[in-house]
């Protein structure tokens, strides 16, 4: 019996919850409490019980008022929820949902959205999890019918109750669980103790084959969620449990897969969580598409292949993709998108399929896996987006299956609690975190700078991590139509989008996916030839900087001679010799900072200009960012 030698981890088990009910207004009768706009009312006695409700009535689909009433926790994990009844409609769809949001100084940092209850039928619940992180926090609970839909819907018997004690453990390397090269490996384990009344110092960990057998098992410390092993195994199926040495935690448990040893993948992570495309590190820079949505603007999918391909993105993730087809092709699925891949390839750009509205349909999944796995333009498979924490075993269960049918591309998941991510973990291989920050009066990102530290923190180990981040491309209200909403909301601006971009190159992202391409036609083609020029902006100079973010060597962020303002700045060095800079000013105010630079250096956005004494100085307001260039 071989012993695990030095160990890093996570973890997650179920638990029971708390009885004490800590919604503030369980019985409905405070309504000076909540925020509803025009589309909810209260009606007494039409409770589940013939208590209060709440109703929910919209005849428009284009409408979308949200009512909301704010609530007040502590750090820790929640349940919530509710019970609805939706009313039948002669046409249209009904499907009612509750989520709750949490954001900082008027910025959105985290939420839970739990699954919807569609069409007529009695009384149900709806239910879901929520993480609260530590800092002053805003929380609001919000019952909603979905975007596009029509009818009735009546609410009642919130709740909110803390969750006891949980853990969760996720495997971070090897960084694709399910295809382990056979013989010695690295072992690295994010651990997450949940509601605990002390610190946790101590976790014991199992290995144990098919059988159920166990291989090893040993003590480990805790520190700071992380344990870290090697281990020598041969080709097989093994489970991984970690209990925490505290009394009453659950233990969780992680599925691994070791085989004999592969080659070389045709995508593949490597050890810091680049991706590498055929051995080549590749950095993505997509889009997401819906033509459902923007089909109906755009002249031909032919031509919106031949635009994203023209322009410096290699990628896309079309929601919609599977019924693709290309004009004037009479070719039947599955061979009509493959031909769409085929002129993806033409165009230079790689396809992330979504099989996201596949999760309850394992056999559609396999067979589209097995009809486009072997295509050569095929990048990663899109396995969930923005799926509730508590559906994290049955999307683990997935993303193995998927693995074991595709070893040869990882798979993505995108989420957007930041402080969750070790609950998502090995619910894919690569992980996305979407947070759009960007409203009307919007002057700071300091919030996203924040969530994305707990994401990194979170996530990394080693020398990396695989993560990608979905930077806002899209303006807020063609999501919310309640009444002013055009003067709440607005597209954010190319440079703030950029800064977004390399805010999250900064924290260690290393794939950029903009949401959305489909939103640039929600106002019409007028919007697109606005808003089109600007995104490819944002895409060159992601694509030049592609080879420092992609490069081997450490390179330390230069020390400023004077700084202020919010700032974030590093150094990236091309395996070529190329160096690069890159400042991202988060808000608010101004913002500047002096540094001493040897060598001759160029300003890609104007804001870093060469002082009289040799300097270098940047200044922004609000937000803003500069890439700085110096050749080998």
Sequence with gaps: MRRLTSLLLLVAGCAAMASENLFPDPDLSRAASWTLPPGYRWEPGAGRNGGNALVYERADPAAYPLGAIGVQLGPGSYEFGGWAFVEAVASGETSAAICMEISRDGQHVGGSYVPRIAGPGDWRQISGVLNVPENGLSIQFVPYMLMGHTGKIRFCDFFIRRQELQSYVTMLAPRQPHAIPAGMARYELGVQVMNADREVHEVRLAVRDAGGGILHEAAFPLRGQRVAFDLELPPGEYTLTCTPAIDGAPSDSVAFTVVEAPEAARVALDERGRLRVGGEKFLPIGLYLNRAISGRFQPSLDREIAAIGAADFNCILPYDGLGYRLDGSEAQYPESVREV????????????????????????????????????????????????????NAMRRRNAAVNRLDPEHPTLGVYLQPDAMLQYGNTCNIYGFDQYPIYGGTRSIGGLDTALGTV?????????MALWSIPQWMNWVSYNSTPGAQERYRWPTAEETLTMSLLAA???????????????????????????????????????????????????????????????????????????????????????????????????????????????????????????????
């Design 341 to 392: 891949y085929d002129a993806c390839r033409t165009a230079g750009l790689m396809v992330i399929p979504s099989l996201d509205y596949m999760r309850h349909d394992p056999a559609n999944t396999e067979k589209t896996i097995k009809a486009l796995a072997d295509h050569p333009a095929l990048l990663a498979w899109y396995l969930s987006d923005e799926q509730p924490v508590e559906e994290r």
């Design 456 to 464: 990194a923190a979170n996530l990394a180990s080693g020398d990396g």
């Design 506 to 632: 900064l924290h260690g992202a290393r794939g950029f996916i903009f949401y959305s391409y489909f939103d640039m036609f929600t106002s019409g083609v007028d919007e697109y030839e606005q808003r089109w020029p600007e995104i490819c902006f944002v895409a060159r100079e992601l694509a030049e900087l592609a080879p420092c973010l992609l490069g081997d060597a450490e390179v330390a962020a230069p020390t400023p001679l004077r700084q202020s303002g919010n700032l974030r700045f590093g150094a990236f060095r091309s395996d070529d010799g190329r160096d690069a800079i890159v400042i991202a000013a988060t808000g608010p105010g101004e913002s500047s900072a002096d540094f001493a630079l040897p060598g001759e250096w160029r300003s890609n956005l104007g804001h870093t200009v060469r002082q009289p004494d040799g300097t270098w100085r940047f200044t922004g307001n609000d937000i803003a960012c500069d890439i700085l260039w110096r050749e080998p």
